[in-house]
Nanobody, 124 residues
Framework: QVQLVESGGGLVQAGGSLRLSCAAS????????MGWFRQAPGKEREFVSA????????RYADSVKGRFTISRDNAKNTVYLQMNGLKPDDTAVYYC?????????????????WGQGTQVTVSS
């Protein structure tokens, strides 16, 4: 089992920045690829970003490319999502997820463990 706890969400004005953190406990963190997803009210959950276990490979949704950066610190069992240039459309609950194995995935059903989510609200 892997337990994931997100933090760092909050209310920010458009153009601002936030850094989300996802702390993992349980199994060996470095054995898992990690992803960030988000779900806005009335919308389906969508992929945001993912990173391989070694940090050598990353992937971003087109909507966040160039504004968000995913990273991980395996020594701290933590994955981060740096979000810059935030827009009102980024408002959502953000979830981190862990996937057994080295390589990331972009579909939620490919992930094995999920955090409880953290709210990000961007005001215009």
């Amino acid at each position: 089992q892997v337990q994931l706890v997100e933090s760092g969400g909050g209310l920010v004005q458009a153009g601002g920045s936030l850094r989300l953190s996802c702390a993992a406990s349980g199994r060996t963190f470095s054995n898992y690829a990690m992803g960030w997803f988000r779900q806005a009210p009335g919308k389906e959950r969508e992929f945001v970003s993912a990173i391989s276990w070694s940090s050598g490979n990353t992937r971003y949704a087109d909507s966040v490319k160039g504004r968000f950066t995913i990273s991980r610190d395996n020594a701290k069992n933590t994955v981060y999502l740096q979000m810059n240039g935030l827009k009102p459309d980024d408002t959502a609950v953000y979830y981190c997820a862990a996937r057994r194995g080295s390589y990331y995935a972009t579909m939620g059903y490919d992930y094995d463990y999920w955090g409880q989510g953290t709210q990000v609200t961007v005001s215009s």
